[in-house]
């Protein structure tokens, strides 16, 4: 939020506390327009492992991810479940013009939503180019990270599979926080993991054995420091990153 906001009474409030309005959808509104969204906008929390979307139900509202980590997946018909993607703040939760969620969306952490209809955001992206050609570049970017994420799960190894992983999660949990490291130079980064590890297993395509081994050998090696197998402690991104291969 920079200090233009903060001071400026023509941003709406819901907006002028958002963390991420610049990096995401909102960013290529200006305050006529943030205020006109602001209308239909409605900020929501859910605790981990609260169901988001349901695979196949309606669409009747879209969302922008503001804070935590969403888990989406897919349901097979004989119950097994594949992870198919994160999203992140400030990740846009939807099929913009379409129907039908084609696939299910979960709280990996206490996650923090701002709520559009459906009809109001499809209104207004009509309206305004702008705001199109924002979703467009979010949806090509979420599309080149899903080709470079088919890399890794057909591509490295078990080792470097799971340093991906880590590496993924280090540097998209907190875009605010990595943005202000990177300012100050800082190589190191803390985390607490959104996944279990059979959900990191099923995401990466490994056994929950193979994930836990490769974490005991990243620790061991000095690459990360793990507390409570959640609290994940990244001394140095530069060495996490040589390990992804």
Same mark, same amino acid.
Not at 5 to 32: F, K, T, Y
């Given at each position: 939020?920079?200090?233009?906001?903060?001071?400026?009474?023509?941003?709406?409030?819901?907006?002028?506390?958002?963390?991420?309005?610049?990096?995401?959808?909102?960013?290529?509104?200006?305050? @006529?327009?943030? *205020? #006109?969204?602001?209308?239909?906008? /409605? %900020?929501? +929390?859910?605790?981990?492992? =609260?169901?988001?979307?349901?695979?196949?139900?309606?669409?009747?509202?879209?969302?922008?991810?503001?804070?935590?980590?969403?888990?989406?997946?897919?349901?097979?018909?004989?119950?097994?479940?594949?992870?198919?993607?994160?999203?992140?703040?400030?990740?846009?939760?939807?099929?913009?013009?379409?129907?039908?969620?084609?696939?299910?969306?979960?709280?990996?952490?206490?996650?923090?939503?701002?709520?559009?209809?459906?009809?109001?955001?499809?209104?207004?992206?009509?309206? @305004?180019?702008? *705001? #199109?050609?924002?979703?467009?570049? /979010? %949806?090509? +970017?979420?599309?080149?990270? =899903?080709?470079?994420?088919?890399?890794?799960?057909?591509?490295?190894?078990?080792?470097?599979?799971?340093?991906?992983?880590?590496?993924?999660?280090?540097?998209?949990?907190?875009?605010?926080?990595?943005?202000?490291?990177?300012?100050?130079?800082?190589?190191?980064?803390?985390?607490?993991?959104?996944?279990?590890?059979?959900?990191?297993?099923?995401?990466?395509?490994?056994?929950?054995?193979?994930?836990?081994?490769?974490?005991?050998?990243?620790?061991?090696?000095?690459?990360?420091?793990?507390?409570?197998?959640?609290?994940?402690?990244?001394?140095?991104?530069?060495?996490?990153?040589?390990?992804?291969?």
């Amino acid at each position: 939020m920079s200090r233009n906001d903060i001071h400026n009474s023509d941003v709406p409030i819901l907006c002028r506390s958002c963390e991420v309005r610049h990096q995401g959808m909102c960013g290529a509104l200006d305050q @006529h327009h943030l *205020l #006109e969204l602001s209308r239909y906008t /409605q %900020t929501v +929390r859910y605790e981990a492992g =609260a169901e988001l979307i349901a695979d196949d139900s309606e669409i009747t509202s879209y969302a922008n991810v503001m804070r935590g980590v969403v888990k989406l997946s897919k349901m097979l018909e004989d119950g097994r479940q594949q992870v198919v993607g994160l999203q992140f703040a400030p990740d846009f939760l939807g099929r913009l013009f379409g129907r039908q969620n084609t696939l299910e969306a979960e709280a990996a952490s206490p996650v923090e939503l701002c709520k559009i209809p459906k009809s109001a955001l499809e209104k207004l992206v009509k309206a @305004h180019p702008e *705001l #199109e050609h924002r979703l467009m570049e /979010q %949806t090509l +970017r979420e599309l080149d990270e =899903a080709r470079e994420w088919m890399v890794t799960l057909g591509r490295k190894t078990a080792s470097e599979k799971v340093a991906t992983f880590l590496l993924l999660i280090a540097t998209h949990i907190d875009p605010v926080a990595n943005e202000r490291q990177e300012e100050r130079g800082e190589r190191s980064m803390k985390f607490d993991l959104p996944l279990s590890r059979a959900d990191i297993a099923d995401f990466l395509g490994l056994t929950i054995e193979t994930v836990s081994r490769q974490l005991t050998k990243l620790r061991k090696d000095g690459v990360i420091e793990i507390v409570n197998n959640r609290q994940v402690t990244v001394p140095d991104l530069g060495r996490l990153k040589v390990r992804c291969g």
